[in-house]
DNA sequence: TTGTACGCGTTATCAA
DNA sequence: TTGATAACGCGTACAA
């Protein structure tokens, strides 16, 4: 077994020839001979030869690697998106390097800033919290500036030079709505985030579009906003408090619609307190289509985010974007991904 | 805005200095006059200067990133670990590349083949379901020999030259199986994997000897063996068929440790289906501490793998294997990283 | 105090 | 048909 990893340099002198020569021979040139060229690749599979990567970036300036950054990895939509990252930059002969910011706008920062440095050829990100509410941007429009292309998916910032890939919150949630509605419900109640949170304001302008659209009035007894930092599990039994109130104060609802899945989780585990049985006394559709949902009990009816495609279609507008000759053409696009309602058993089945 | 890109050579020419002067002023050498250098640094400055990390990688042959490569994203333990690996790297000074092998033998042969071609100094890995039945490590063991280390971490594979990290699975198993006998258990049912998954067979070895220690008999229907190609959410209603088959013929059980999470959340739903209360009429505990424990109703006491300190150790023994100079010293550890129980409904309060 | 030359591994171009 | 050279960007030993 040969210990020393073979480079062009020792094949081409352990068999006497010019390092061009071997590597023409590796390419099957056919300015070389066909015996040289046997030969060559002989040796070359003998010691197992494979071209080195970095050399090759540096020849390229291309190092065919796609850096990630995200705020958080454990956590289910998160790796759904690079899941999908994966598969479509690998199917094209790409790597995935995965930064982590925890939501701190420094981690972003230093990442990008290492990261930026020659190690990949663009970013596939969404934004810190802190990063957001601290609206300082330059971060990202400097390495546009250095001409690193950046993809940003569900958290993004508007008036940024690049593609986007999100989901239209508020459609989601019309939907959600109406399906609550469709399937009977009379009082549908909502359990969403303040309003400086993104995704909770435009889920909450869903529902109140929804059940404008039908004509219904909107109780404010039926909205509850959800003071919560992270939707993390830890607060949980501080949300629990939180959302039986709320419950006990609208004793008419028959149909809720939670913005993500704790939320979800809460109010179902709030109504059986209360005696309430799902979903014939109360139906529950929630959103992300996570572990949590499929094992809910009973299983939760969510809409689903579709974290996969976007992570696909993500590295599919870098990947486009990197490979394309011009890099003049700065028509950035925002790619709305669509959602669906996972049925489960947390509505009523329509006819 | 500068577009182009600052190299040492591109400042060197602005400034008409040459290349090394530039390289030197930049790393403040004491070689070059005071002037000289204020003037470079005020340039690189401006002009947003990075050192080239590829330029550097392909110089010092090291490119200081990890190479991670795991069966599956889309898994809180697997995401734990990660975010353990990353959290040691980054701070010193290491970036982290992520391959999934999707638990095919292939995937993860393509992904060892290009990460190993220069792109990563080493890997820390778990090793795919299928490379185990397999068992073919050819592609291990070459890596190794070309001089990139491996740890291997929870899959591992005992006879590889190469740090380990692991949980003492039997004693994890020892441990959740006392305690349900603690707890009152008469009859402590197993639901493992069948016995070529390591994990299953440790697990379920350790469900053996905790038996036999307490002078209990082991009753082969209290012991259920499933055939599950990968622990995902998706082939749940084939598993849960499975699990009902195996409770109802050993209607004596009050007590069932699971060797994961989907396991023991498909053993309550189907004991639940039986009419049996949990944790009255039967305890549980699950193995590996996810989401899906937390939020099981009731809330799944499980052994938790500690992902976090395992993805952390694995770090440091890379890299510390890494910088160590004397590439002779082949003195390969095994770390065993402690579990401990986390106490929630499904099992008695001990007093 | 500054500059030249070299090497990391590869490929493209041009010369032999 | 093969070989020499340059270049990608960097740092450093050595020469000026």
């Given at each position: 077994m040969p210990k020393q990893k073979a480079t062009l340099k020792i094949i081409a002198k352990e068999l006497d020839v010019s390092v061009s020569t071997v590597s023409k021979a590796l390419r099957d040139?056919?300015?070389?001979?066909k015996e040289t060229k046997e030969k060559v690749k002989a040796f070359a599979k003998l010691y197992n030869y494979r071209p080195n990567n970095i050399a090759l970036s540096l020849k390229?300036?291309?190092?065919k690697t796609l850096g990630v950054i995200i705020p958080?990895?454990?956590h289910h939509f998160f790796t759904t998106v690079i899941s999908g990252i994966e598969s479509y930059a690998n199917s094209q002969g790409y790597n995935v390097i995965v930064g982590l910011s925890n939501e701190s706008f420094n981690k972003e920062v230093i990442n990008l800033d290492t990261l930026a440095n020659?190690?990949?050829?663009g970013f596939i990100m969404s934004v810190a919290k802190e990063t957001l509410s601290k609206k300082d941007f330059h971060h990202l429009s400097e390495t546009i500036d250095q001409g690193i292309p950046i993809v940003m998916f569900?958290?993004?910032?508007?008036?940024?030079g690049c593609d986007k890939v999100i989901v239209d919150d508020v459609v989601a949630a019309e939907k959600a709505v109406n399906r609550l509605i469709d399937g009977g419900c009379k009082s549908v109640g909502l359990i969403s985030t303040k309003d400086y949170v993104n995704v909770g304001r435009l889920r909450t302008k869903g529902y109140e579009k929804a059940l404008k659209d039908k004509g219904i009035h909107i109780n404010e007894k039926h909205v509850c906003k959800l003071e919560d930092?992270?939707?993390?599990?830890?607060n949980f039994d501080y949300l629990e408090l939180q959302v039986e109130e709320f419950l006990s104060t609208a004793e008419d609802i028959d149909g809720i619609f939670a913005v993500n899945e704790i939320y979800a989780l809460t109010a179902m585990k709030a109504a059986r307190k209360m005696g309430?049985?799902?979903?014939?006394d109360i139906q529950v559709i929630g959103f992300t289509d996570g572990v949590l949902s499929k094992h809910a009990h009973p299983p939760l009816t969510t809409v689903d985010q579709n974290g996969f495609e976007i992570g696909k279609i993500s590295a599919k507008l870098l990947i486009e974007r990197l490979e394309l000759?011009?890099?003049?053409?700065?028509n950035y696009k925002t790619v709305v991904v669509d959602t669906k309602i996972i049925e489960r058993e947390t509505t009523f089945k329509l006819k």
């Open positions: 040139s056919k300015e070389i001979g390229n300036r291309k190092t958080e990895i454990v020659g190690s990949i050829d569900d958290r993004v910032i508007d008036d940024l930092k992270s939707v993390s599990l830890d309430k049985n799902i979903p014939d000759e011009s890099e003049e053409e700065e």
